[in-house]
């Protein structure tokens, strides 16, 4: 530790030497996260892990199942309850965590991605002189500043853009946004500037020109939402908490207390969901972090608890990468129907959302084909009409409920908490709910806090400030290039890695296996558009994934940024997954079987085939059903009907083109709609229609198609006289 802060007090004496390796700009952003050196200082004091790597499931669950009673029981393993058991293990308590699904699994990776303060809570709070509304703010921009100190390799500022339509908005907002700086005084990231309307369209030149008038740009914090989750669980599986994903709390145990003759509650009773195994697991303290199942949980303490819990859901839809410039977000501060909704580079994609709508509680949140249309819609006002936004350009949407509470000691029950609330029931369970993602550190001492003041546990103040999780400690700007020449791994490989894993990418990289090819030497990808590589399974079981939908969508990404991608990395990964879990047939394809499900219901492949099997017309001009019609006969030469893989197999070779069978196999079926193995006339014919409507993007076959038939063309035999040739 001395001597790390010690390189780092250099850095910041003797930055000009380090600035001219790194370049400007990663040097401005490294040496932003330098700046504070007081949380690194304030973290010292923390003992080492007492892990090197995470213990197996399987030690966890003879840990939870062993220990006679634990300080803290946490239930729910999203952002809140990882951050309580951290907060608690740091301190010296004896911990314990539960979740039923995966870690994250619920809204903690359903998020909007930001790690932000919230100008718009500003915005009221000046608006109202709400002292409350500001003090959330101020703590929030704090929070922000230390997840990204703690975290630096899973989160980055991200400046986002607010455009200008009128005149008279440009100092109206330009004072909210140098308010937002003010407040958070030394954790600012970098100061927010106003932009002329030209320099406005250079870095976002896909932005609607007419009536522009400027813009304003400000910073706020973005990251990686599922894995930063799986960082604080993986941290406190380090620093000895008993965490277990798939264990569900069926029942709260409960027991009198001698002094009071009361029931208090003392542990609960819990169900391993992989193979229905229940025990029970004693604490001294059992904390409610179930995020939209608050008001479950309480009732299992108390079945008269009245609902504090009002669900509200979120819906978010993924676009190609094209649809926004590569580092600036862009934020519509009134949408048509009185909301913000945000439009941002993610890993390399654009995400835009979201909705607010009343909802039932659920596992399982759908994003409904209505809230997909209101957000494209938002999303057209705000772009160039040169861009066609199209329903089809939608590669992935999913849902997330917000756990919005009303206080159970507040007066005005009806009033939603703008805050998080610590509620303790008569029977000494610790209730945790609302708050939100950047804020769920603070969170987490709070409710430690209280903890410890119920329940008399023996510990000291919250040592989460500044402490780094799993991967941060020795992540640097430069990493990636160590894991390109160490290794031989692609760059853009190399730097998902890094900004995945951080400084544990080197255990990644280790595992990758031999391409074959002189370059990269190492890392096979599971899909040829995204970086995820083949070792990122076996290392994704060290991270406790059980099953391919983990994999998919909380260890990599891949369900969340593209489903039709996930889909066909599904097979190659359940085939991995089985190899190190010793799958048999019937479990592999039950978990191919589920995680269709999942990427069809939840991560909106439903809504994107639909578009496709929407059979009601063709609606083409005569012209233009001749022209598809001759390039369908281009492949379906004997005029069968249909387009198998061989006809295109055949068309392929005659203009050199080398495809290997299986992705032909995908390009087909993704037009198959009857799966019967063939393309129908009428099939390509409702593809073409509904790609000129904008309801189909990216068809494989329909470019395959159209390529060949150009290339067929091309080919016309040379006269003669023209090729020289001939004796
Ligand atoms: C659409 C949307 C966008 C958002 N965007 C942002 C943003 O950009 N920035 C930000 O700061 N905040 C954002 N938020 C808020 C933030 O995501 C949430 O406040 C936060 O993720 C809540 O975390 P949680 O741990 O309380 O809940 P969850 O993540 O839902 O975790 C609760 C966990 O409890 C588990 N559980 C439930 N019952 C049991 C049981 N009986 N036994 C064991 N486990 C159980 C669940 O499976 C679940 O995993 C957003 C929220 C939404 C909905």
Not at 110 to 132: C, F, N, P, W
Request: glycine fraction near 6%.
């Amino acid at each position: 530790m001395a001597f790390q802060k010690a390189v780092k007090g250099t850095i910041l004496v003797g930055g000009g030497a380090l600035a001219s390796v790194l370049g400007l700009s990663q040097f401005a952003h490294y040496r932003r996260k330098q700046v504070n050196l007081a949380y690194v200082q304030a973290a010292e004091c923390v003992s080492e892990p007492v892990n090197r790597e995470p213990p197996s499931r399987e030690a966890q669950l003879l840990s939870l199942q062993n220990t006679a009673e634990f300080d803290i029981l946490v239930i729910g393993g999203g952002a809140t309850g990882c951050g309580c058991a951290l907060d608690a293990v740091t301190r010296g308590l004896k911990t314990a965590l539960v979740e039923r699904d995966d870690f994250s699994s619920g809204t903690s990776s359903r998020s909007t991605k930001l790690i932000h303060g919230g100008v718009r809570y500003l915005q009221k709070a000046i608006m109202k002189l709400d002292i409350e509304q500001y003090r959330m703010v101020k703590e929030a921009l704090h929070e922000r500043a230390n997840l990204l100190e703690i975290a630096p390799h899973l989160s980055a500022p991200l400046p986002i853009m607010l455009p200008v339509y009128k005149w008279w908005q440009l100092p109206y907002y330009w004072v909210g946004i140098k308010l937002y700086d003010l407040v958070a005084g030394s954790n600012c990231l970098k100061s927010s500037y106003v932009l002329s309307k030209s320099r406005a369209l250079e870095h976002f030149p896909m932005l609607q020109k007419d009536k522009l008038v400027g813009a304003i740009v400000y910073y706020d914090g973005q990251h990686n939402d599922a894995r930063m989750n799986l960082a604080i669980a993986l941290t406190a599986a380090r620093y000895g908490a008993a965490t277990a994903n798939y264990m569900e709390v069926v029942s709260l145990l409960k027991k009198t207390d001698p002094h009071t003759g009361k029931e208090r509650v003392s542990g609960a009773r819990c169900k391993d969901v992989l193979t229905g195994q229940e025990f029970d697991v004693r604490a001294k303290c059992v904390i409610n972090a179930t995020g939209p199942f608050t008001d479950t949980v309480r009732k299992m303490d108390d079945k008269n608890a009245a609902a504090i819990c009002q669900p509200s859901a979120g819906v978010h839809i993924v676009m190609p990468g094209y649809y926004s410039p590569e580092s600036m977000g862009l934020l519509d501060p009134a949408t048509s129907d009185g909301r913000v909704i945000f439009f941002l580079p993610w890993q390399k994609m654009t995400i835009a959302g979201t909705t607010d709508t009343p909802t039932d509680i659920t596992h399982h949140p759908i994003p409904s084909e209505e809230d997909i249309n209101f957000i494209l819609n938002e999303v057209r006002n705000y772009l160039s009409c040169d861009v066609e936004v199209r329903r089809g350009d939608v590669l992935a949407a999913w849902s997330g409920i917000r756990p919005l509470v009303t206080d159970p000691k507040s007066a005005d029950t009806q009033s939603i908490s703008r805050n998080h609330v610590v509620d303790i029931s008569e029977s000494g369970l610790i209730t945790i709910a609302g708050g939100k993602w950047t804020t769920y550190r603070s969170m987490a001492e709070d409710t430690i806090n209280a903890a410890i003041k119920t329940h008399n546990l023996k510990a000291g103040p919250s040592r989460t400030v500044g402490l780094f999780l799993q991967g941060g400690k020795d992540w640097s700007p430069t990493l990636y290039i160590r894991l390109v020449q160490d290794y031989g791994l692609e760059s853009e490989v190399a730097q998902h890695l890094a900004a995945t894993y951080g400084d544990k990418a080197f255990e990644v990289a280790k595992m990758a296996s031999v391409t074959g090819k002189r370059w990269p030497i190492v890392g096979v990808r599971l899909v040829s558009e995204f970086p995820y590589i083949e070792a990122e399974v076996k290392y994704g079981i060290k991270e406790y994934a059980c099953t391919a939908v983990d994999m998919i969508s909380r260890r990599t990404r891949l369900a969340f940024l593209n489903v039709q991608a996930a889909e066909e990395a599904l097979p190659r990964i359940v085939e991995l997954m089985g190899r190190e879990l010793n799958w048999d047939d019937y479990k592999k394809e039950e978990e191919l079987e589920t995680a269709r499900k999942f990427l069809y219901y939840e991560m909106g492949y439903k809504s994107r085939s639909e578009q496709l099997t929407d059979r009601s017309e063709i609606s083409l001009l005569p012209s233009d059903i001749d022209r598809y019609k001759k390039r369908f006969h281009k492949f379906d030469a004997d005029q069968k009907g249909f387009i198998t893989i061989v006809d295109v197999q055949r068309v392929l070779e005659s203009i050199n083109v080398q495809m290997d069978e299986n992705t032909l196999h995908e390009i087909l079926n993704e037009v198959d709609l009857n799966k019967n193995g063939q393309v129908e006339l009428n099939e390509f014919l409702q593809l073409m229609s509904a790609i000129q409507k904008g309801r189909v993007s990216g068809s494989r076959l329909a470019i395959l198609m159209k390529t060949a038939e150009e290339n067929l063309d091309r080919r016309v035999p040379i006269p003669v006289d023209r090729s020289c040739g001939g004796l």
